[in-house]
């Protein structure tokens, strides 16, 4: 051992692990386990997981037990390897083992490594209330021993759980004071981290050019030092905004350059959030069975991690594309799940985007009592975090809602709020919800005889949701101006207009469209007034997908109200059973 380490040089880093060999051999344990810790502190660094572990075992056990401070540096790295490879039980252990080493060490440095360590955990099981208390705690220790890296990870972590929470100006303050004291002591990757999250506050602000802005920032750096798991999750965000922006196919470069980095390093947590992030991307095209088929493994991923942010994330999901398949006891089964998950952890805006999604279930059964119930939920939570955007799609919905009772005045001053909020919001991700407020603005103004106004809001819709390659919902905007050309009297221009939506069909279909059977029933209704033989089959074939979804509804009472409070359900049902 003794000639190995003196021909190494300054090599001897790369043969930590057979000096350690030799020196077990010739039975010079403590030796041993000092270069077995330094062998698995490099095998960390250079993500060589399981090589770690290995290293790390072995240097804990030839370390005795009364070496207190040795062996909390052992289970220090450990657990960051743990925590990267996601093995949470394991994690968990080694950290109780930590917290009773720490009961014999009265050193604020080592105190606020494990509080760090403790705050880490909190966040990957999305335990907001600890992450906030060992951050604190983190931050208080890293001033007293003079430690800025354990202060500055202190407030980003503290951070984070308020990003969580929804509270996007503190979480800011937090990743500001991070970031002066990462470039004051020029800490690159905490300021890169700083950066990232800081873009996450912009973002969610609507602030996209700015968020790029930070991303790009703290790209530049991970990459400059080697740092890849930041750097994958720099690359997820981006892949996020252009994913937003309706450029699908870069988001998704992005994704698979994340997920390639997740695979090399081993970062499960990472694998977890690319597959979530492919869910939204495969949903966002309306591509449901993709979209479902990421989303389970996500929800798997989450069940692993013990990730409840994950998990209810996943669930959304998944409630969205049974919703949009019109399995409505399967949506709501999944949004209630995903709505107990939010409010066990204090996650505001999945809760409040949970709500919103149940009011839709209802509002689509028709049970509109209850749909508005959860619209005002959620709206009161979307304006508790200030989320525009949130309070933009709530908005849009109860316009729609209020559309449907009739009251035209409201619906039209409530979708205006939905659009001025968008506005504010400032952000090219908006541009799908946009163009869903404009078509009901649309509805709206046709409903009070604003004929003009509604054909504008129409076109612009279809020209929004056709540039975002959403065929489906555009023909449902487009369904809209069918409605106008009759109030003008342009039945020639109606008629073209139905037979372009029909053309549609014949290769297409209305998933994802809000109100499907309002395309049929103006499509039925226009070729009626023409004495178009194809009336009947568009009516017929309206008829029959009509009753197999309501087949789907087990409650009975929500069967009957499908069927019967929802006007154009009602109508074909009318009309068809009339013959």
């Not at 509604?454 to 076109?459: D, I, L, N, S, T």
Request: aromatic fraction near 8%; hydrophobic fraction near 35%.
């Amino acid at each position: 051992a003794d000639w190995l380490i003196q021909q190494s040089g300054e090599r001897a880093g790369e043969f930590t692990g057979m000096i350690a060999d030799h020196l077990v051999s010739s039975g010079q344990n403590e030796q041993a386990a000092s270069y077995l810790f330094e062998a698995g502190e490099r095998a960390a660094r250079q993500y060589a997981n399981q090589e770690a572990l290995a290293y790390l075992k072995q240097a804990l056990d030839l370390t005795p037990e009364e070496k207190v401070v040795q062996r909390f540096d052992i289970l220090c790295v450990r657990v960051q390897v743990l925590s990267l490879m996601g093995e949470r039980q394991s994690q968990e252990k080694d950290l109780a083992a930590l917290e009773q080493l720490g009961q014999y060490l009265h050193d604020d440095h080592k105190q606020g490594e494990l509080a760090l360590l403790q705050a880490l955990y909190a966040r990957e099981t999305s335990n907001y209330p600890v992450i906030i208390e060992k951050s604190r705690a983190a931050i208080r220790l890293g001033q007293a021993s003079q430690e800025p890296r354990i202060e500055a990870r202190g407030y980003l972590l503290w951070g984070r759980a308020l990003l969580s929470q929804g509270d996007h100006h503190q979480a800011g303050e937090k990743f500001e004071a991070a970031l002066t004291l990462a470039r004051a002591e020029g800490l690159p990757r905490i300021e890169a981290d700083s950066l990232r999250n800081l873009g996450i506050v912009r973002e969610r602000s609507g602030d996209q050019a700015g968020a790029i802005e930070y991303y790009e920032g703290a790209l530049e750096i991970y990459r400059s030092i080697g740092e890849r798991r930041g750097e994958g999750r720099a690359l997820n965000r981006l892949g996020n905004i252009l994913l937003s922006s309706g450029d699908l196919s870069k988001g998704m470069a992005y994704y698979d350059q994340f997920s390639k980095i997740c695979e090399e390093i081993g970062d499960r947590w990472g694998e977890g959030l690319v597959v979530r992030s492919k869910g939204d991307a495969y949903l966002s095209q309306l591509d449901f069975s993709e979209a479902s088929v990421y989303y389970e493994e996500a929800l798997k991923f989450s069940q692993q991690l013990l990730n409840r942010t994950m998990e209810s994330d996943a669930l959304i999901g998944l409630g969205i594309v049974s919703l949009e398949r019109s399995e409505y006891d399967n949506a709501k089964l999944q949004f209630e799940q995903s709505l107990r998950v939010a409010r066990t952890f204090g996650n505001k805006p999945s809760e409040g985007k949970t709500l919103m999604h149940i009011g839709r279930v209802f509002h689509r059964l028709g049970d509109n009592l209850r749909a508005r119930g959860y619209y005002e939920q959620a709206l009161q939570i979307y304006h508790q975090i200030d989320s525009r955007s949130g309070q933009g799609q709530v908005r849009a919905y109860l316009g729609l809602l209020a559309h449907h009772l009739g009251d035209n005045d409201a619906a039209k001053e409530t979708c205006q709020q939905a659009l001025q909020a968008f506005e504010a919001a400032q952000s090219q991700s908006h541009r799908q919800y946009r163009a869903f407020a404009l078509m009901v603005f649309g509805h709206t103004c046709r409903g009070s005889g604003l004929t003009a106004e509604a054909k504008a809001a129409y076109q612009e819709s279809v020209s929004l949701r056709s540039e975002s390659g959403q065929t489906n919902l555009a023909i449902e905007s487009a369904a809209g101006l069918v409605g106008v050309f009759l109030d003008e009297g342009h039945s020639d221009l109606a008629v073209a207009q139905v037979d372009e939506i029909l053309q549609h069909l014949e290769s297409g279909t209305l998933e994802g469209a809000e109100e499907p059977f309002k395309v049929y029933l103006i499509c039925y209704q226009v070729l009626k007034a023409d004495q178009d033989r194809r009336a009947e089959n568009i009516l017929a074939n309206a008829y029959s997908q009509l009753q197999k979804q309501a087949a789907k509804i087990v409650d009975e009472e929500l069967r009957h109200s499908f069927l019967q409070n929802v006007t154009a359900n009602r109508e074909i049902v009318r009309e068809f059973e009339s013959h």
